[in-house]
């Protein structure tokens, strides 16, 4: 048969050898030690005209609120600055051209437990909002370079800081070449599940995952109802937290939120199956208010939705997030998506293995959303000094690698990746390099922000949470 002739089909694909030694010979193109070089180019953008730029298609009134999250800690800045370490990567020298289903927004606090279909627990990435198909080193440079600012935050030492950063690195460079000679629909199933991330902890380490598990497993719609919601005339309704949470009659460009709704709703349904339809038809929407999320999505469109099943003890909540353009997408190429929304769902389908069930797009005004469920024994680590004991630092950067690099190869070519990467210790000592050059790069771009507050340039909130 013509298997070059049938659309999607490869006629004669590369052997796994083939292409980790086509992955190999990169390195000619891109020795390892350029990557780890980092220089601001010399017509670098101010880093806060950056910010301000993105606040001008958000809500003006939060943009305030973001700005004082994101001057938490310069940890808190990098995970608010993923537009600025774009257009940084982007100039800051050639790739390697492999290309995955890129994150776009790489951090340690970007991962987290949750369940799957089978209501098991798997680890994964957690936001999607920046994905975009490019560089897999834009990814895994901005995760190494996460670890030195959150390591600081959390009052962990250079030395063990730098350890974490090269527990990663190994644990990405291990993942990939074992993946890499995993058959595909084996690859395709693949997760990280609760048994195997236990496999590979110490005893001290294991009590602080089933920590983490435990708390994830209490983190439900039952409870979600108990935290965010009050009874008023005999019925459960939504709790009013301004600025953060607040119920609205219609949205800014004034249209009544009933009619809203009613549109990205009818939109909506059009993207998820007729299996994801009949259920959620069990449900009736008894309230919606609009929620304040993240760090760098402050100030974006978003809503929760209250529905009711059978009696009040079946409530499901769904959270609507406004989705805008890539902060890849200058620097890269346009998404084939003309919905944001699909982007993140398309690109969220992809790269986790068992994404929410009622993960969908819809638009209404010209605006994009996707929609999923606000909590479904989703959990994470809390970058909290007082609650995150730092000695298991390294354990969970490798961990967040790992799921890097799961990822990556579900959607790129792990052999070429493997390849380039090789056995030696080039390639982690160049990116360990990057990462604490580039933390440099976010400690000074974090002061450009704290100083725009100071001299009134930029608004800051009282109060970040």
């Known amino acids: 048969m013509r298997t070059d002739l049938l659309p999607g089909f490869r006629s004669k694909p ?17 020795p390892h030690h350029l990557q780890g070089i980092y220089k601001p ?22 943009v305030p609120v973001r700005y004082a999250r994101m001057l938490t800690s310069p940890f808190a800045f990098l995970r608010g600055a993923a537009a600025i370490m774009a257009a940084d990567l982007s100039a800051n020298g050639e790739t390697t051209g492999i290309q995955v289903q890129a994150c776009g927004d790489m951090h340690v606090a970007n991962f987290g437990i ?25 990814d895994l440079k901005r995760l190494v370079a996460s670890i030195v600012p959150s390591c600081r935050f959390l009052g962990v030492d250079k030395r063990s800081t730098i350890n974490a950063v090269r527990v990663a690195l190994n644990s990405y460079r291990k993942r990939m070449k074992e993946y890499a000679n995993m058959g595909s629909m084996e690859l395709w199933y693949a997760t990280i599940s609760e048994k195997d991330i236990l496999k590979t902890l110490p005893p001290a380490q294991q009590k602080a995952l089933k920590k983490m598990t435990g708390k994830a497993r209490t983190r439900t719609h039952m409870q979600v109802l108990g935290k965010l919601t009050d009874i008023v005339d005999q019925e459960y309704r939504l709790r009013d937290d301004p600025p953060f949470i607040v119920h609205e009659t219609h949205t800014q460009a004034g249209v009544p939120i009933e009619e809203a709704l009613a549109i990205l709703l009818e939109s909506y349904f059009l993207s998820i199956g007729d299996d994801r339809k009949n259920l959620l038809q069990h449900y009736r929407i008894v309230d919606v208010a609009r929620k304040v999320v993240g760090v760098g999505s402050v100030g974006t469109r978003s809503w929760i939705i209250f529905l009711i099943g059978n009696n009040a003890g079946d409530p499901l909540f769904l959270q609507v997030k406004e989705a805008e353009r890539s902060v890849m ?13 699909q982007r993140v769902v398309q690109g969220q389908r992809l790269l986790q293995a068992a994404p929410d069930i009622f993960l969908g797009w819809g638009e209404q005004s010209g605006k994009h959303f996707y929609i999923r469920q606000l909590r479904d024994m989703k959990g994470g680590a809390e970058f909290d000094p007082s609650k995150l004991d730092f000695a298991n630092i390294s354990h969970y950067c490798s961990l967040c690698a790992w799921a890097l690099a799961l990822a990556h190869a579900k959607s790129g070519d792990a052999a070429m990746i493997s390849g380039y990467i090789g056995r030696g210790d080039e390639f982690e000592e160049a990116l360990v390099q990057f990462a604490f050059a580039y933390a440099e790069q976010t400690e000074n771009d974090y002061q450009a922000l704290v100083e725009a507050g100071k001299s009134g340039r930029v608004k800051i909130a009282a109060v970040s949470e």
């Open 14 to 30: 590369l052997s796994v050898e083939e292409r980790i030694a086509a992955g190999k010979a990169l390195r000619t193109k891109i």
């Open 41 to 62: 180019a010399a017509n670098r953008a101010d880093p806060v005209s950056i910010l301000e730029k993105q606040g001008k298609t958000r809500l003006k009134h939060l």
């Open 114 to 138: 949750f369940a799957s279909v089978e209501r098991n627990l798997i680890f994964g990435i957690n936001d999607f909002d920046e994905t975009l198909p490019g560089p897999w080193e834009w």
């Open 329 to 341: 997408e200058p620097f890269l190429s346009r998404s084939v998506y003309k919905n944001h929304g």
